[in-house]
């Protein structure tokens, strides 16, 4: 059985999805992450890592964006199912 | 009806906007700057085909994701949209991407809360359909309470009855927030002095300013606004933010799910099914980075060598345009500033426009089809140890061909400070006017076998410099943050070439109307200082024909006694007056170096015939002492000085254009040549230091 996980966008596995739960911070950076769609109740998938490791590659909202780790750790996630 | 009116069109980026743009004013407009910063600007009248007598201006204003601006081109458009009631357009043409709804209509929500009367073109709507994602345009237009056409900016489909729509669709306010506490009571505190569409607009610009009052918008709030929002306590304010924006994204979805109730999921991307299959080559840990590698040659070669023909036949042709105006008028002063001043300085403006025009021809295509992004993504890791956004590579790589077309690139980048850095470092990549200068330099005081080694030492020395001057930069001057990368990876699409070669066009005039008239004057000024005072001597032989003669000009000359006079400032670097006239005269542009050096060993042509002035450098004796007058360690401070060095007027005048101010070309100037001066000094008593001669 298992039990939704908290975590954050950032630890995504390639290919796994997962669905937001909060975006932390209170700056700028935040405020663009919520308005590009990474809102509570969203779900999102890590496509891809970038060849040097970083950024990441996700989609989000039927788009495909491209978010540095450091930025992408914000986003908390729960693994749903 | 309105029969006079101005609309502005906004929409995300990577919606066809600018196709849009130019199918409804038939590709006819105005490139202009919007005030105060170079962020590009198009105005045009919408094309009597579709106007039917009215008079419609269209603003394009930069592409938006949101109205809360994080840099400078966002802040326009936002402003335009949510600024005070006499800047707003009459109307705005809102274009979504039809298969992006779940994003796009973020920014449509936001735009009709404005109460600005608007018109959604719903575009690509022949790609959505193709998807089985139609939209039911009549709920959509209900639900919004604006008109909705479906639109195919790349035929023009819908083109007609958007253009009827405007003037005829009502201004509305979007749904009330009831419910969300924070945010209505934040709202009611906005509200007392402002109007409603102003307060929701306010209040993630607030939130966001609170963090970082550098933002580009915050300049541009009133003081009652500022003072309004210092009325809410921070974490009050942002609690707001988000109740706002989780409220927009609900709509959207509630929206979505009326308008396309047999779509399953708002979550899947059909467009980027195709897309994917491409990334899963062209973002490819190896046959990404090899492809990238490629694409980069490529665009490399072409500013380097392949523009390198038309460049000559630039100059072939002002050449037989000297010599002609030089035939008709005969010997004298007016001819003399006719062909070496105004000729020449028209040259040396046309001379840019091969490789501007292929830079912005490449990098156009590559932005269109959507490969800039990815290469953005690639290149992300290796900028960010800089503290600069993927997107800065390409313009620095292209500042080994030429800085002037690089630093016109740099206008990607959208955060004011970034570019200013990356404009900063672009002048210490070696371009190809150093090329002939270090090769000069090389065959003359340097073995054969040594000289690959130092031809690489130099440009070596060149990237790592300009990366650690980036560095630097980042961390004093410019200092800021690593840009974030929020980077949409659009779908790969065909790119349009009418659209390319239309910005190639724009870009290469906006280049000779605005940089050309001072590469042009500072060109006459230093022709002037390099041959005034008129000799006596050269009463009765034409200056042109005789070497000798022109070398004696040039020496008595002001620039010459300016050269002279520095002497004891190039000692201490292990240069004469002669290699000081050299760099005096290369300001016109690097290359001139070596004809003027040419000059000064009265050698004619020796752009054509490096020989003669190769031997007379790597011969010419002290006439005290009898030793070489030149030696290996002199030449190398010498072309450590070039590496350093921002020997080139052309550049000064494109920063100057680009930034609007003499503040950052003067820095520029000052700063490299102290800092060639110091490296070139370092070098060679260093060196003698250490025993080199």
Known sequence: MKVPTEMSMAELDVGQP????????????TIRLLEMGFVPGTRVRLVKRAP?????????????????????????????? | MNDRMRVALAGNPNVGKTSLFNVLTGSRYKVGNFAGVTVESREGQVSPRYARGRDITLVDLPGIYSLTATSEDEAIASAMLSGRERQQPDAVLLVLDATNLARNLYLALQTVELGLPTVVALNMSD????????????????????????????????????????????????????????LARVLTTFERTMTSARARWLVLTAAAARADSELPHYALLSPPERAAISEIAAPDLFDAARELITARYHEVDRLLAAIRPREPTRDGAPTMAYSRRIDGVLTHRVFGLAIFVVVMTVIFQAIFTWAEPLMGAIESIMAWLAAHVAELLGPGLLTDLLTQGVIHGAGNVLVFVPQIALLFL?????????????????MDRLMARVGLHGKAFVPLLSGY???????????????????????????????SARLPVYALVIAALFEPSEGGVVLTSMYALSTVSALAMGFVYKRTLLRGPTPPLMLELPPYRLPKLSNTLANVSDRTMDFVKGAGGMILACTIVLWALLSFPRPTIAED??????????ATTIEQSYGGRFARAL??????????????IGLVGSFAAREVFVSTLGLVHGIENSDDQATPLRDAIRNARDPETGAPRYTKLKGLALMVFFVYACQCMSTLAVVQRETRSWRWPVFMFVSMTAIAYAMALLVYEGGRWLGFA
């Open chain 1, 52 to 81: 040097f490791g970083d950024p990441l590659e996700f989609q989000v909202r039927g788009y495909h964006i491209s978010i540095r780790a450091a930025e992408a750790a914000r986003v908390e996630i729960s693994l749903s199912k």
């Open chain 2, 401 to 431: 061909a030429c800085a002037v077309p690089a630093i016109l690139s740099t206008r990607t980048i959208s955060s004011m400070r970034d570019r200013m850095v990356t404009i900063l470092m672009i002048p210490f990549m070696s371009c």
């Open chain 2, 567 to 580: 002497e004891p400032v190039l000692e201490p670097i292990g240069q004469d007056w002669r290699m000081g």
């Open chain 2, 541 to 550: 032989s034409s200056t042109l024909e005789n070497p000798q003669a022109r």
């Open chain 2, 127 to 182: 790609i959505a359909k193709r998807f089985g994602m139609s939209v039911d345009t009549e709920v959509l237009a209900r639900e919004l309470g604006v008109n909705v056409v479906e639109t195919v900016a790349r035929t023009g489909v819908g083109a007609q009855a958007l253009v009827d729509a405007f003037g005829n669709t009502p201004a509305r306010l979007g749904n009330g927030f009831a419910g969300v506490s924070t």
């Open chain 2, 362 to 378: 490449f990098i156009g295509l590559l932005e269109d089809c959507g490969y800039l992004a990815r290469a953005a993504f690639l």
């Open chain 1, 18 to 29: 997962g669905e937001v739960t909060r975006v932390a911070g209170e700056d700028a950076i």
